[in-house]
Structures are given as structure tokens and as C-alpha cells.
């Protein structure tokens, strides 16, 4: 059964930094791109950011420059690093095992950010 857990959001004041990480059971880790997408409320999910099997990296234009997407092959986990954030970076994020959304419209539990003074 695949499994992606999400972790590593919360509150933190414009222009600030998080680091979240999606762990990943189930398959194997080093042939799937890894995708992290995130839903605001109200709104579709969107992809922001992903990474091939060989760590080539794809970002949105809303998040270039300040997201950092990294892949550990040896603990099957993808991080997003995500710097100067901003109020309109506050949703739910999600991770995918591909660059585009599930088919099946089955999503992990997600991680919350929210940036907020």
C-alpha cells in the first residue's frame, strides 16, 4: 500500500522559513518523481513543486527563488524547503508520487502552513 505522510508545517510570521518533509512507503522510492502541491482554502490543489528520479527539480512561478525541493533516495523522503513566505502561501500542502495530481483524487492528510503576524 502506498503511503506518503506529510509533516513539518505551522504558524510562522511573513518571512519566515519551514522545512517539510513527505515520507514515503509502498513503492519503490527511487524510480518516482515526487510532487508537492498545496490547496488554499476554497481552492483546487496546485502543484508548486517537483523532482525527478535523478533530482532534477521543476517549481511554480509563485515559489521560485524561495521553495527548495531535495530528495533523500536513503530514507525515501522528499523535503521542501520554503523561505520567505508569504501570506498567500498559507494552505494545506500535499505530496504526490508524480508531478502531477493523483487520478484517483486520493490525497495524504496534508501538512498546514500558515503564515500569519
Known amino acids: 500500500q502506498v503511503q506518503l505522510v506529510e509533516s513539518g508545517g505551522g504558524l510562522v510570521q511573513p518571512g519566515g522559513s519551514l522545512r517539510l518533509s513527505c515520507v514515503v512507503s509502498?513503492?519503490?522510492?527511487?524510480?518516482?518523481?515526487i510532487g508537492w502541491f498545496r490547496q488554499a482554502p476554497g481552492k483546487e490543489h496546485k502543484s508548486i513543486s517537483c523532482?525527478?528520479?535523478?533530482?532534477?527539480?521543476d517549481y511554480a512561478e509563485s515559489v521560485k527563488g524561495r521553495f527548495t525541493i531535495a530528495r533523500d533516495n536513503a530514507k525515501n523522503t522528499v523535503y521542501l524547503q520554503m523561505n520567505s513566505l508569504k501570506p498567500e502561501d498559507t494552505a494545506v500542502y500535499y505530496c504526490?508520487?508524480?508531478?502531477?495530481?493523483?487520478?484517483?483524487?486520493?490525497w495524504g492528510q496534508g501538512t498546514q502552513v500558515t503564515v500569519s503576524s
Open positions: 523532482i525527478s528520479p535523478d533530482g532534477n527539480m
Open positions: 504526490a508520487p508524480d508531478c502531477v495530481p493523483p487520478v484517483s483524487g486520493s
Open positions: 509502498g513503492l519503490t522510492f527511487g524510480y518516482y518523481a
